[in-house]
């Protein structure tokens, strides 16, 4: 089974800082099976990112996502406040074929 | 644009069924555009993938709740439905129905809050 991993646990930032966030798979994966979700409180996930770089619709061209194999990688150039917010990652594999890692918590310093 | 809307019963007991029901709007459950998925999460917890329907009738589920856990259509109703039995408490969580390709999750629902409590 594959594992993913998220980092750091909590991110602390300001508003207009720049937020890394990492996803680490314990075997590699496709870039066509990364995804990445924000998930605000009491609300729905909402897909961000999938094939590790594209963008969902409607999404702002802030979200960026990179990487390959067993290291990803989901960028926010400069945080709106509306950014702040709980982050997964998620790939498709064989089992469970779908997966989501722990999630990273960016909140504001 | 689909949009998805989850309802069920809000409190099960142990060691009996859970149902709850997906309801789509603005697409159909016939759709060869959707994969249709349960996932859960439990309350201040993470997300957990449940499984998945494809239009054709084929079903893919997470090994660790496939023993439990049934997914159906009802395109009569453009609906889709969860079932899992044998609940207990770790089976307490927000119940999302969503919509995507195999390999990702486009559009959700707002979730549905079951409680597993005698």
């Known amino acids: 089974d594959i594992v993913l991993t998220q980092s750091p646990g909590t991110l602390s930032l300001s508003p207009g800082e720049r937020a890394t966030l990492s996803c680490r798979a314990s075997?590699?994966?496709?870039?066509?099976?990364l995804a990445w979700y924000q998930q605000k409180p009491g609300q729905a996930p909402r897909l961000l990112i999938y094939g590790a770089s594209s963008r969902a619709t409607g999404i702002p061209d802030r979200f960026s996502g990179s990487g390959s194999g067993t290291d990803f990688t989901l960028t926010i150039s400069r945080l709106e406040p509306e950014d702040f917010a709980v982050y997964y990652c998620?790939?498709?594999?064989?089992?469970?074929?779908?997966?989501f890692g722990p999630g990273t918590i960016v909140d504001i310093k | 644009q689909v949009q998805l809307q989850e309802s069920g019963p809000g409190l099960v007991k142990p060691s009996e069924t859970l149902s709850v029901t997906c309801t789509v709007s603005g697409g159909s459950v016939s759709s060869r555009s959707y994969y249709w998925s349960w996932i859960r999460q439990p309350p201040g917890k993470g997300l957990e993938w449940i499984g998945y329907m494809y239009y054709s009738g084929s079903t893919n589920y997470n090994p660790s709740l496939k023993s439990r856990v049934t997914i159906s259509l009802d395109t009569s109703k453009n609906q889709f439905s969860l079932k899992l039995s044998s609940v207990t408490a770790a089976d307490t969580a927000v119940y999302y129905c969503?919509?995507?390709?195999?390999?990702?999750?486009?559009?959700w629902g707002q979730g549905t809050l079951v409680t597993v409590s005698s």
């Open positions: 969503a919509g995507g390709t195999y390999y990702y999750a486009s559009v």
């Open positions: 075997q590699s994966v496709s870039r066509t099976y």
């Open positions: 998620q790939q498709y594999g064989n089992s469970p074929p779908l997966a």
